[in-house]
């Protein structure tokens, strides 16, 4: 047959091919998610806040290597540095959260999830690590970038290297812990109402609120008083957690003998964040 | 195989509102029209279908496979279009299928095909690449009807798919839904409040008012029940009523109308003769199909 004999049916087609199964489905909303978190493939205007937060956390690192490679002090080391960028990471779960479940929300788009073999749960697992990476990538690159100045300055040669990289390998998992606890609470705020206005609201306000407490036990003359005082604010219960299992990042939080009270608390915080989030959803799936 | 059937399906909310009692059909591939007011349990219905909602007694199979126990299996089969709005704005419609799509189970490469074939069937092609904020309330309801089809299920549950568009809208859409049902070999459920519009693109039909079945056959089954003539005179109704009668012809009166039940086929024949010989001034004669919605009519009204 010619070429030019072929008839095109434009009719329609049924689908053979593959159908995948819950991991490639788990995978492809965690890819819109974390897509979403940046704004890609959304418009210009959504682009800018994440981006301009990603451009200071950068920006900082790339100045603090820079220091650190003609200076030759250390201003900030990685622990602190991320510690140091909390009211940006803040500013970013604000904007970022609900961007990823109130917009689904306001927008009726759940009833089109959940109409398809898709449980609560993997919606939310997938949200939950899209977060989590998005706030990881958001300090572990500039980490990242201040490693590599270090690394190609350093003046011991290999050892040096492999020294930075020995303290770059525990911030990157202080980083993570960052990640988890901050994408739970936002998350959890962020599913309670479908204006976006409102999450972003809600999650500085949480972060906000608890911030004077710890301030007030801080300034307790008990040094229990102030030992236990980080588990009232979150950024503190993670600088916290930070003191007590990386000796070395020198958060400059006393915890005294309490270390495992805050990583009690970290646990169960994100734990009944998740829990939380999860009977939310319940509700929310059946409609 | 029969596509949905129900037994005694009742759905109570927090057991004072009932918004399904006792509901139990059997309804075969096609395009099936599901009726009723508003409130009269159509979405709760579907929504059980989905399995998104679990009965309070009773049972409901579609493709033989129960959705309270296996919804996956259903859902993987069913395209759902809901009746609220569900599209977000700052998307392409493009995108938006794809990533649905994507949900459904198709890897990346064919939901993006599928997503443009979907789009195109619903015609939407040109458009496709626009945001949906800047998109038409038909057009939203065609992305909504693409989103269903794209991983090209066996059965289609669209709710209120005409809601909001205008008439012409209305009936581009009704066209477009007895295409999938007939070309696409897709059955289709279109839920309605107005029978009138499902009337004429289904080859079944559920009635259901206040969470209770009133009819469920097919629409031929329902429609071809005797065929009756309306005759109507300018005066010497009675008159023409007892001529009509001494012809052993079933004659009710409606208004000036009289309505003649069409039992012999001679029977326009010896309508005008009697006309003629009254002598009275014929205004109409003419043939009306009992229609779906005399369904809905209720019997006191016909018995006057």
């Given at each position: 047959?010619?070429?030019?004999?072929?008839i095109?049916?434009?009719?329609?087609?049924?689908?053979?091919g593959?159908?995948?199964?819950?991991?490639?489905?788990?995978?492809?909303?965690?890819g819109?998610?974390?897509?979403?978190?940046?704004?890609l493939?959304?418009?210009?205007?959504?682009?800018?806040?994440?981006?301009l937060?990603?451009?200071?956390t950068?920006?900082?690192?790339?100045?603090?290597?820079?220091?650190?490679?003609y200076?030759g002090?250390?201003?900030?080391?990685?622990?602190q540095?991320?510690?140091?960028?909390?009211?940006?990471?803040?500013?970013f779960?604000?904007?970022?959260?609900?961007?990823?479940v109130?917009?689904?929300?306001?927008?009726?788009?759940?009833?089109?999830y959940?109409?398809?073999?898709?449980?609560?749960?993997?919606?939310?697992g997938a949200?939950?690590?899209?977060?989590?990476?998005?706030?990881w990538?958001?300090?572990?690159?500039p980490?990242f970038?201040m490693?590599?100045?270090?690394?190609?300055?350093?003046?011991?040669?290999?050892s040096?290297?492999?020294n930075?990289?020995?303290?770059?390998?525990?911030?990157?998992?202080?980083t993570l812990?960052?990640?988890?606890?901050?994408?739970?609470?936002?998350l959890?705020?962020?599913?309670m109402?479908?204006?976006?206005?409102?999450?972003?609201?809600g999650?500085?306000?949480?972060?906000?609120?608890t911030?004077?407490?710890?301030?007030?036990?801080?300034s307790?003359?008990?040094?229990?008083?102030q030992?236990?005082s980080?588990?009232?604010?979150?950024?503190m219960?993670?600088?916290?957690v930070?003191?007590?299992?990386?000796k070395?990042g020198?958060?400059?939080?006393?915890?005294?003998?309490?270390?495992?009270?805050?990583?009690?608390?970290?646990?169960?915080?994100?734990?009944?964040?998740?829990?939380?989030?999860?009977?939310r959803?319940?509700?929310v799936?059946?409609? | 195989?029969?596509?949905?059937a129900?037994?005694?399906?009742?759905?109570?909310?927090?057991?004072?509102?009932t918004a399904?009692?006792?509901?139990?059909?059997?309804?075969?591939?096609g395009?099936?029209?599901?009726v009723?007011?508003?409130g009269?349990?159509?979405?709760?219905?579907?929504?059980?279908?989905?399995?998104?909602?679990a009965?309070?007694?009773?049972?409901?199979?579609?493709?033989?496979?129960?959705p309270?126990?296996e919804?996956d299996?259903?859902?993987?089969?069913v395209?759902?279009?809901?009746?609220?709005?569900?599209?977000?704005?700052?998307?392409?419609?493009a995108?938006?299928?794809?990533?649905?799509?994507?949900?459904?189970?198709?890897?990346?490469?064919?939901?993006r095909?599928?997503?443009?074939e979907?789009l195109?069937?619903?015609?939407?092609y040109?458009?496709?690449?626009?945001?949906?904020?800047?998109?038409?309330?038909g057009?939203?309801?065609?992305?909504?009807?693409?989103?269903?089809?794209?991983?090209?299920?066996?059965?289609?549950?669209?709710?209120?798919?005409?809601?909001?568009?205008d008439?012409?809208g209305?009936?581009?859409?009704?066209?477009l839904?007895?295409?999938?049902?007939?070309?696409f070999?897709i059955?289709?459920?279109?839920?309605?409040h107005l029978?009138?519009?499902?009337?004429r693109?289904?080859?079944?039909?559920?009635?259901?008012?206040?969470?209770?079945?009133?009819?469920?056959?097919?629409?031929?089954?329902?429609?071809?029940?005797s065929?009756?003539?309306?005759?109507?005179?300018?005066?010497?109704?009675?008159e023409?009523?007892?001529?009509?009668?001494?012809l052993?012809?079933?004659?009710?009166?409606?208004g000036?109308?009289?309505?003649?039940?069409l039992?012999?086929?001679?029977?326009?024949?010896?309508i005008?003769?009697?006309?003629?010989?009254?002598?009275?001034?014929?205004?109409r004669?003419?043939?009306?199909?009992?229609?779906?919605?005399?369904?809905?009519?209720?019997?006191?009204?016909?018995?006057?």
């Amino acid at each position: 047959m010619s070429e030019a004999s072929v008839i095109h049916d434009i009719g329609y087609q049924r689908y053979d091919g593959p159908r995948l199964g819950r991991g490639a489905v788990l995978r492809a909303i965690y890819g819109h998610g974390l897509r979403a978190a940046f704004g890609l493939g959304r418009s210009a205007k959504s682009k800018i806040f994440p981006w301009l937060v990603f451009g200071i956390t950068i920006l900082v690192g790339v100045i603090l290597a820079a220091v650190r490679a003609y200076a030759g002090v250390v201003p900030l080391n990685y622990v602190q540095y991320a510690d140091a960028m909390s009211w940006l990471v803040i500013l970013f779960v604000a904007v970022v959260a609900p961007e990823l479940v109130s917009r689904d929300m306001r927008s009726g788009v759940l009833p089109l999830y959940f109409s398809r073999p898709l449980r609560a749960a993997d919606y939310l697992g997938a949200k939950w690590v899209a977060l989590v990476t998005a706030v990881w990538l958001l300090l572990g690159v500039p980490q990242f970038i201040m490693f590599l100045g270090a690394a190609f300055t350093t003046k011991t040669g290999m050892s040096g290297v492999w020294n930075e990289l020995g303290d770059l390998a525990p911030a990157w998992a202080y980083t993570l812990i960052w990640a988890v606890v901050f994408a739970s609470i936002s998350l959890l705020v962020a599913s309670m109402t479908g204006k976006r206005a409102f999450a972003a609201g809600g999650i500085v306000a949480v972060f906000l609120v608890t911030t004077p407490i710890f301030g007030v036990l801080m300034s307790l003359p008990s040094r229990t008083a102030q030992e236990l005082s980080g588990l009232a604010s979150p950024m503190m219960l993670i600088s916290g957690v930070g003191t007590w299992l990386f000796k070395a990042g020198n958060t400059g939080l006393p915890v005294g003998r309490f270390g495992p009270v805050y990583a009690i608390e970290v646990v169960t915080l994100v734990a009944a964040c998740l829990l939380l989030l999860l009977a939310r959803y319940r509700k929310v799936a059946s409609l | 195989m029969s596509l949905i059937a129900t037994e005694a399906l009742t759905k109570t909310y927090g057991g004072r509102v009932t918004a399904l009692s006792d509901l139990t059909v059997d309804v075969e591939p096609g395009v099936i029209g599901l009726v009723g007011a508003n409130g009269a349990g159509k979405s709760t219905f579907i929504k059980i279908l989905l399995g998104l909602l679990a009965p309070t007694s009773g049972t409901a199979r579609v493709f033989d496979i129960d959705p309270a126990n296996e919804p996956d299996k259903v859902r993987n089969r069913v395209g759902y279009m809901p009746e609220h709005d569900c599209l977000p704005p700052d998307v392409s419609a493009a995108e938006f299928v794809t990533h649905l799509g994507r949900i459904s189970g198709l890897p990346r490469s064919a939901a993006r095909e599928r997503a443009s074939e979907a789009l195109r069937h619903v015609g939407l092609y040109e458009e496709r690449y626009r945001q949906i904020g800047g998109y038409s309330t038909g057009m939203k309801q065609r992305v909504k009807l693409a989103q269903a089809l794209v991983h090209d299920p066996d059965l289609l549950l669209l709710d209120e798919p005409t809601n909001g568009l205008d008439p012409a809208g209305r009936d581009a859409m009704l066209a477009l839904i007895h295409r999938i049902g007939t070309e696409f070999g897709i059955s289709v459920v279109v839920c309605s409040h107005l029978l009138g519009e499902v009337e004429r693109i289904c080859d079944s039909l559920i009635a259901i008012e206040g969470g209770r079945l009133l009819r469920a056959d097919r629409i031929s089954a329902m429609t071809e029940v005797s065929d009756v003539l309306a005759v109507e005179v300018a005066e010497g109704v009675d008159e023409l009523a007892g001529a009509l009668g001494r012809l052993d012809m079933k004659v009710t009166r409606d208004g000036r109308l009289l309505l003649v039940e069409l039992t012999a086929d001679d029977a326009y024949d010896r309508i005008l003769r009697a006309v003629a010989d009254l002598d009275l001034p014929l205004h109409r004669l003419d043939l009306r199909r009992h229609r779906v919605a005399e369904l809905f009519t209720p019997r006191e009204m016909a018995d006057v």
